[in-house]
């Protein structure tokens, strides 16, 4: 877990409040930093992009289902480096993920009964932030920019970061000051924990050429909360978005209850919820 006295600093330097949802569609805001409350938010986004072969590929269903072998990567931590992390066990992150897929229509190859046409490869972990007061910020400006810039691919692929990559250059636009964009904005500035999950032509990628069909990021903000905490739902709620193109990032908005690791209402972040300011652009 981040650091809980890292998380109270952020919050007064910055003035951020973090959102808290009480009834369905209707979200309120609280001064106590995640680390101090029972039962957290999770700030989620998740993004599904296809390459042009993957688009030629016929849509999966649990009545039309695809057969795959999956590849677990492992935990890779990206951005500055953050002691104390405690990622979760890995073979229960897959068993999650298999799940998950299994209710999209992928199912795990079955010997020479159900060959495989997916190579399924997958890796986790955290992209920790370089914050804007911290020394290193004026140290190294143009790190903090490049991690910002990785964060962003993760929350909404290179289009996103493109967009991303135009606001540290001239600032903001009249689009970044929209619901949605100050979320995923917020999303990438800050620590996050992320599943990436990239699809390949089975047949191709076991004669070493790889063909990427299509790759799915699943982001979740770290400030507060656990790895282990996290991750599990995570996947289990983006689950929906798994090998499904979307036409941008989906912001999803969660809470969890601590102990028993039950979830709380789903909300997908419309553009008439207020969400926390995030830190200066430059």
Known sequence: MKLAFRSALLLVSWGIAHAETSTPGVFRFSLLPKAFTANPNMEMTAFTEFTDYGRTLPAVSPQQPVYYVVHDKGFQSMGLPVGGEHPPVPAELERILQQS????????????????????IFYWGSHNAIAIDDGLARLFPEMRRQYII????????????????????YGLGARDYSTKQRYLFYQADHDLYYVVVSAYDY?????????????????????????????????????EYLGRPTDEAVALQRKVRSGTVSLGPLHVVEENVTMPHSAPDK
């Open 203 to 239: 047949g191709f990628l076991a004669h070493n050429q790889p063909r990427l069909a299509w790759r799915t990021t699943m982001t979740v903000n770290a400030q507060g909360v656990s790895m282990q905490q996290t991750l599990p739902p995570l996947i289990q709620i983006a689950a």
């Open 150 to 169: 990785e964060r962003a691919t993760l929350v909404g692929g290179p289009a996103y970061a493109r967009q991303v990559t135009e606001r540290l250059s």
């Open 101 to 120: 897929l299994m209710e999209r229509g992928f199912l795990p190859a079955e010997g020479s009964i159900h060959l495989p046409t997916l190579a399924l």
